[in-house]
């Protein structure tokens, strides 16, 4: 298995639902950070949650982070048809906070008007 | 917010031939860049880390005289997929920080490689 495994693979929900995606990992972090990608495009970064935190949001975003199950989750509240795309968490090496990223698989998110 | 460029956007070759991706950080001095592969439908994979000023760092698995990188100024990397074969048909991804110390990493819009 990978770092950063995500579930699910997919989901697709109405305009106004929210949108929850989890993110596990197997080593210790520093950090661990979430990124959008529109269809055939780059990386967009959403948020990095620090290993001391628990909880962070943004917008619309709410992330949480619970390294003793070394997993975390991306909440979209509201979700609107342009937050189509697909979702990915990422951890920097094991003992580093930045620099080459491991990405998780990825959740496709398909939001219907 | 910090901008990584990407060019070609898109490139068709045919088999044999070499295409060189550029990755140009328009705002910032970086002093390591990486690039990253992505299949179809799939996550991204780190293929090497670009320094500048001396030689990439390639993960296990990538084969470093069929992807040549070089990272010739503070501002520039370049990857040269030498003697294209379709396999190696992909979405090549950049991403640059500007400083060794920043946590945020900014991504380039993505080169897809079709090779006929």
């Known amino acids: 298995s990978q770092q950063g495994e995500e579930d699910p693979q997919a989901l697709s929900i109405q305009e106004g639902e929210n949108a929850t995606m989890n993110c596990s990992y197997k080593t210790s972090i520093n950090n661990l950070q979430w990124y959008r990608q529109n269809s055939g495009r780059g990386l967009v970064h959403l948020i990095l949650?620090?290993?001391?935190?628990r909880e962070k949001h943004s917008g619309r975003l709410r992330v949480t982070l619970d390294t003793s199950k070394k997993s975390s989750s991306l909440l979209i509240t509201a979700s609107r048809a342009a937050d189509t795309a697909s979702y990915f968490c990422a951890t920097p090496n094991r003992g580093t906070s930045y620099g080459k990223l491991t990405f998780g698989q990825g959740t496709i998110l398909t939001v219907h008007p | 917010g910090a901008v990584v460029s990407q060019h070609p956007s898109r490139v068709i070759c045919k088999s044999g031939t070499s295409v060189k991706i550029e990755c140009r950080s328009l705002?910032?001095?970086?002093?390591?860049m990486f690039w990253y592969r992505q299949f179809p439908k799939q996550s991204l994979m780190l293929m090497a880390t670009?320094?500048?000023?001396?030689?990439?760092?390639?993960e296990q698995g990538v084969e470093k005289d069929k992807f040549l990188i070089n990272h010739a100024s503070l501002t520039l990397s370049t990857l040269t997929v030498t003697s294209a074969h379709p396999e190696d048909s992909s979405f090549y991804i950049c991403s640059a920080s500007p400083g060794q110390d920043q946590e945020t990493q900014y991504f380039g819009p993505g080169t897809r490689l079709l090779v006929l």
């Open positions: 705002d910032f001095q970086a002093t390591t």
């Open positions: 670009s320094n500048e000023g001396s030689k990439a760092t390639y």
């Open positions: 949650i620090r290993s001391n935190e």
